[in-house]
């Protein structure tokens, strides 16, 4: 029951802006959009998350589309400790719980 | 650090064993989360615990289940090991909606679990 759709891997200079797409084309009014991303062997750590609205804090930007069926993670300067797993997830309000959805993830890879 | 803390960190079992895991919330979080992730695989949701009772669960077999205790610890029980329980379990603790990062859930490290 996957609701998002990411590339498997990604490959970015150090410095540069990574930017990482998430398709979520089933995604309805109500549910939000998070980031989280998982270093090897630890837990998943959130990044950031949105409704409609592009997002933006200390860590990176979320830009959502108009119709909300895809979003873009933006790390702005890449360093070698972004190397990470990238999941894109959406949260969907069941009757008296949150589920996250995960996707298969994004592995960055940053080059120096 | 989130802390969330889980144990054992390893743990090696036989096909038809049973396994009990354990979690260790944020302070101050009443709700608990459990996931499997498989070797490449984002994580899968198994269930969640509110205030001691299961309110959510997600597509896996009654053989998995859960506590969660007054103090807000919990734990993961799966019986009758079979070959693909093989994964990294995690959870993660959240608490109320509503402030700067929304229904965040805090992740611990994960308990590997090897079934051979």
């Known amino acids: 029951d996957a609701k998002t759709t990411q590339p498997p891997s990604m490959d970015c200079a150090e410095g540069r802006a990574a930017n990482l797409p998430c398709n979520h084309s089933?995604?309805?009014?109500?549910?939000?959009v998070y980031w989280y991303r998982q270093i090897h062997s630890q837990g998943p750590q959130y990044i950031i998350h949105?409704?409609?609205n592009n997002e933006t804090n200390e860590m990176a930007s979320l830009i959502i589309t108009e119709d909300r069926k895809s979003s873009t993670l933006i790390l702005p300067h890449a360093t070698l400790r972004d190397t990470a797993v990238y999941y894109c997830?959406?949260?969907?309000?069941?009757?008296?719980?949150?589920?996250?959805?995960f996707g298969s993830g994004t592995k960055l890879n940053v080059k120096p | 650090e989130t802390g969330v803390t889980q144990s054992p960190t390893h743990l090696i079992k036989t096909r038809g064993q049973q396994v009990t895991l354990r979690c260790s919330s944020q302070?101050?979080?009443?709700?608990v989360s459990w996931y499997q992730q498989a070797l490449g695989q984002g994580p899968q949701f198994i269930f969640q615990?509110?205030?001691?009772?299961?309110?959510g669960r997600g597509n896996f077999p009654p053989r998995f289940s859960g506590l969660q205790f007054p103090n807000y610890s919990s734990e993961l029980n799966v019986n009758a090991l079979e070959l693909d329980d093989s994964a990294l379990y995690l959870c993660?603790?959240?608490?109320?909606?509503?402030?700067?990062?929304?229904?965040?859930?805090?992740f611990g490290p994960g308990t590997r679990l090897t079934v051979t």
């Open positions: 089933t995604i309805s009014g109500n549910e939000y």
């Open positions: 615990y509110y205030r001691e009772e299961e309110n």
């Open positions: 302070s101050g979080h009443n709700t």
């Open positions: 949105g409704l409609k």
């Open positions: 993660a603790s959240s608490g109320l909606a509503g402030g700067p990062r929304g229904y965040e859930q805090y």
């Open positions: 997830i959406v949260r969907v309000a069941h009757d008296n719980f949150n589920k996250f959805y």
